[in-house]
């Protein structure tokens, strides 16, 4: 089976532009976390989404924005990026929004803010 | 809120000697303990966990990690290092239940042959 999926790889964009990375979870995965890990730190929570609701949000500014589809793939929206916004991004999948079974995490896109 | 500090930012190593990762964290209970391991370009990968019950874990590619209550720690050990462990390694803690996970700053481990 293939694991989490996520595009594209590598994105450059410009401050003020607008960005939106892809997720695919593992296939019956229903929930989709998203993490960004600045160079140097671990990863920081940003969203976790559960049957296309959000159900936790971390301490990131309005600016990132995300939804979850019936297929359960998702999508992280940031507007009117910064230079700080350059970052891994990560996506995870689980099977279910809590319990004791293991998130698995994509590879990671990497955003480039110049 | 729930923390996670990881005292050691770069440990070297010799192939073949012992690796001890230290994780410290806060947390009011006993939270959900993970390891994780990212080389470059990668994703990350899970080590071991912990949710309850025996406090030392066995985990895969030969690691494992202790639960020590009394000192909030959750060190990471491999007894014999080969060259392909070299790679970055993340602690992270969550509620019981909850995937919102807090990560630590990680710590980079070089092997030297």
């Known amino acids: 089976d293939a694991g989490v999926t996520q595009s594209p790889t590598h994105l450059i964009k410009t401050r003020g532009q607008h960005v939106t990375l892809r997720c695919s979870p593992i296939?019956?995965?229903?929930?989709v976390s998203w993490y960004q890990q600045v160079l140097g730190q671990g990863p920081q929570f940003i969203f976790q989404?559960?049957?296309?609701?959000?159900?936790g949000r971390g301490n990131f500014p309005d600016r990132f924005s995300a939804r979850q589809f019936p297929n359960y793939s998702s999508e992280l929206n940031v507007n009117a990026l910064l230079l700080g916004d350059s970052a891994l991004y990560l996506c995870?999948?689980?099977?279910?929004?809590?319990?004791?079974?293991?998130?698995?995490f994509g590879p990671g896109t990497r955003l480039t803010v110049t | 809120a729930q923390s996670v500090t990881q005292p050691d930012i770069h440990i070297t190593v010799s192939e073949g000697a012992s690796l001890e990762l230290r994780c410290n964290y806060s947390?009011?209970?006993?939270?959900?303990l993970f390891w994780y391991v990212q080389s470059p370009g990668q994703g990350l990968q899970l080590l071991l966990k912990?949710?309850?019950?025996?406090?030392l874990v066995q985990g895969i590619k030969g690691f494992e990690a202790e639960f020590k209550r009394s000192q909030s720690s959750f060190n990471l050990r491999k007894p014999s290092v080969h060259w392909s462990d070299a790679a970055e390694y993340f602690c992270?803690?969550?509620?019981?239940?909850?995937?919102?996970?807090?990560f630590g700053a990680g710590t980079t481990v070089t092997v030297r042959a």
């Open positions: 995870a999948s689980s099977f279910l929004l809590a319990g004791r079974d293991e998130q698995y």
């Open positions: 296939s019956g995965h229903k929930s």
């Open positions: 989404y559960y049957e296309k609701e959000e159900r």
């Open positions: 947390y009011g209970a006993t939270p959900y």
């Open positions: 912990y949710f309850s019950g025996d406090t």
């Open positions: 992270a803690v969550g509620p019981p239940g909850d995937y919102k996970l807090s």
